[in-house]
């Protein structure tokens, strides 16, 4: 994959590219699995207290008038907005369903300019009475199933994706497979469960050295054959083995899909779509900013993306904090209004949340396959 210069999503109305807002509304979460990493910046932590609410709506207002500034630059046709509300456990916010409630007339003043989905990445272990009180108020569901969850959580989580089926509601569920080989087996049998009753399921290799264990995620040869053929199933055109090793892989190490499940397209050609591509981009530049806002409501930090946290100076670090809000839109603003807006120039090792974001090797390429973005 080395010979790819330019990477950007394929065109799939049903997959459209949007601008996504990842909105982790508290840090708490009621479980606590081996490959979340705590404390303040990682999955999740529980020392932390549930933002309140009055700040909570201040973040919304912001996080609209700054992808509005964006969508302003964009087509008509590619005027879509994900808010995705998530934590930590965000279901769990003592305030969620007054917080949900009030997303829809924040976003009355914009519905005729962009279209906004709401959605929540939930792990979906909350009280079946609580969840009916949400649904009304999530246009999707991105549920993620844990396999280090309880059997009595895992009953739970089963009978809530079946009210959520019910309710009519769209719904996918991210499974984790962890490389413990009971657990992988886990969940594919959930798989299988999820397969029964019309779920779609997207399987998710876990992320390099991330978790309470700290371990890199070395997947059986086994494993990366199970996943080099999901990826070749979702693959139009020439596909790569994973690995040959028979030792084990870091499948971060080799490479990655996309967290929405979006099939990415190399060199302008469209034709070929690829599932799993390389993850390594040193020093490209990189759209990021253009499709992803990340706010993580505890500590207040503004960043671009929630995993490579690129900012405008080359550095990894926020673009701001919620108690500057109005710093953040004005500079956002004259450098939009001057098309002075700086190109970010990755610096990390590899790419995770971020990835599908169009991007190529050299600032003229890059350039030019942003003409299609951009008024």
């Known amino acids: 994959m080395s010979q790819f210069l330019s990477l950007e999503p394929a065109i799939d109305p049903n997959n ?22 705590t404390g303040l910046y990682g999955g999740h932590d529980n020392s932390t207290r549930h933002p309140p609410l009055q700040k909570c ?10 992808v509005d500034l964006y969508m302003s ?68 569901f991105t549920v ?25 509601k769209r719904q996918k569920c991210v499974g984790l497979m962890h490389q413990q080989a009971d657990l992988f087996n886990d969940s594919k049998r959930m798989i299988l469960w999820l397969e029964e009753n019309k779920i ?19 997947y059986s040869q086994q494993q990366v054959q199970w996943f080099g053929k999901l990826y070749k199933d979702k693959t139009f055109g020439e596909t790569e083995e994973l690995s040959r090793d028979k030792s084990g892989t870091c499948l971060t190490e080799v490479g990655r899909a996309c967290c929405g499940g979006r099939q990415i397209c190399a060199n302008n050609n469209f034709k070929q779509r690829h599932f799993y591509v390389e993850n390594k981009f040193p020093d490209w530049y990189c759209s990021v900013n253009h499709f ?19 900012n405008f100076d080359g550095d990894v670090g926020p673009i701001g904090n919620l108690s500057n809000t109005q710093q953040i839109l004005s500079i956002l603003r004259d450098q939009l209004e001057k098309d002075s807006l700086p190109v970010i120039q990755c610096k990390k090792y590899n790419c995770l949340c971020g990835l599908c974001a169009p991007k190529a090797k050299d600032l003229k390429t890059y350039n030019a396959i942003m003409e299609k973005y951009h008024l």
């Open 57 to 66: 709506l201040e973040a919304l207002d912001f996080m609209f008038a700054y």
């Open 200 to 218: 779609k399921f997207l399987p998710k290799q876990l992320d390099g050295h991330s978790g309470l264990d700290g371990g890199k995620r070395i």
């Open 144 to 168: 993620s199933y844990h396999t280090e969850s309880t059997d009595k959580q895992q009953q739970q989580f089963k009978e809530n994706l079946l009210t959520i089926a019910e309710s009519g």
């Open 73 to 140: 630059t964009k087509p008509q046709g590619i005027r879509y907005v994900i808010l995705n509300v998530y934590g930590g456990e965000s279901l769990h916010h003592p305030d969620i369903v007054d917080i949900l409630s009030q997303i829809k007339d924040k976003y009355k003043i914009y519905r005729n300019k962009w279209h906004l989905t709401v959605t929540t990445t939930t792990n979906a272990i909350v009280s079946n009475k609580k969840l009916r009180q949400i649904i009304p108020y999530i246009d999707e």
């Open 16 to 37: 459209r590219i949007s601008f996504l807002l990842d909105w982790e509304l508290t840090m708490k979460c009621n479980l606590n699995c081996s490959y979340c990493s």
């Open 292 to 310: 992803f806002l990340y706010v993580k409501q505890v500590n207040g930090e503004v960043f671009v993306n929630k995993d490579c946290k690129m």
